[in-house]
């Protein structure tokens, strides 16, 4: 009898079994970072296959991301810069003369052109809100459709909200502008076509809703505001083409004028809008004056409250007053009309 020889096979604890080894080794690199000139707020500057290496892999990238710190004076939005400066009653109505530092060192001397005045913002309108990206505005026509028009897709439904989100993600994904839906009997009826394409396919249909896409310039009036032309940033990837600079200008009102300096400015400016034709012993006549409209709300807040008790005609006594009831203790209070 020979001896007994047994084998026993294990796994490579140094290679995991896959035959093979490999120590990491550190390297120190300097990477230069070129950003381009108008590089928007997030933008990545990659270097591929600048990171980790390991076998039988590629080399991952290296990423850095810009980001845009905020200046004291100046805003960005886009390309255009916005500074806010405050003028006087007088620069507002006579024109202004003001130096500018801008970010590249330089003085600008901004002038009005002669004759020319400064109004202010259009109320509620803010230069620097950020524009909700994709959101659509509706204009509603009653008993409109454009049936020449044909349609691109159709809906079960006519909630407004569904319809308008759909125009604005799902249908837009597929590469379908829709420019005016209808709804009739009880569906949606999705179209691509431009404001103009529906205004002038436009009939009367009983019956029939027509939201169409407002016109973005409507109110571009009132949106404009003094700037100088082309000293915002440069654009990126061509910074040969510059944005606007926009002045965002408050107007400094004096607290009071004397009635003979009234009597002068009244003479030089245009008439009135409002003038009285009526009778001034047949008025009642007032003064108006400051009044913080939250402190004043606030002030009748309690006693404006919706309540669950109607107020109950007081006709005893004659006096032609209201009783409030619900009062603590059982107590009414009666008022005395005027």
Request: net charge negative.
């Amino acid at each position: 009898m020979g001896p007994m020889i047994q084998q026993m096979q294990s796994q490579c604890s140094a290679c995991d079994g896959k035959g093979k080894t490999f120590s990491r080794k550190q390297e120190r690199e300097v990477l230069e970072v070129h950003i381009q000139k108008g590089s928007p707020d997030g933008h990545k500057v990659v270097f591929h296959n600048m990171a980790d290496e390991h076998p039988d892999a590629d080399a991952g990238d290296v990423i850095f991301v810009l980001k845009q710190q905020d200046h004291s004076d100046f805003h960005r939005k886009g390309a255009d810069l916005y500074i806010n400066r405050n003028i006087s009653l007088l620069e507002a109505l006579c024109g202004f003369e003001m130096e500018l530092p801008h970010l590249d060192g330089r003085k600008l001397l901004i002038k009005t052109p002669p004759g020319e005045i400064v109004k202010p913002l259009t109320h509620g309108f803010d230069p620097l809100a950020k524009e909700e990206e994709g959101k659509m505005e509706w204009e509603e026509m009653q008993d409109c459709d454009c049936p020449d028009i044909d349609n691109v897709a159709q809906a079960e439904t006519t909630d407004l909200d569904t319809l308008k989100k759909a125009c604005e993600t799902q249908l837009k994904r597929q590469g379908v502008d829709v420019g005016v839906f209808v709804i009739n009997n009880n569906r949606a009826y999705f179209k691509q076509c431009t404001r103009e394409e529906a205004l002038e396919a436009k009939k009367t249909r009983r019956g029939a809703t027509m939201y169409i896409l407002k016109d973005p310039n409507a109110h571009a009036d009132g949106r404009l505001m003094k700037a100088v032309k082309d000293e915002g940033m440069p654009t990126y990837k061509n910074p040969f083409v510059h944005g606007n600079l926009f002045l965002i200008l408050t107007i400094d009102f004096p607290t009071n004028l004397t009635p003979k300096n009234q009597q002068k400015i009244r003479a030089l400016l245009p008439p009135p809008l409002n003038v009285s034709k009526q009778n001034p012993e047949e008025c009642e006549e007032h003064f108006v004056t400051d009044i913080d409209p939250v402190q004043s709300f606030n002030s009748n807040k309690v006693n404006m409250q919706a309540g669950g008790e109607a107020y109950d005609d007081d006709n005893e006594g004659g006096g032609g007053g209201m009783r409030m009831g619900g009062m603590p203790g059982g107590q009414n209070v009666q008022c005395n009309q005027q």
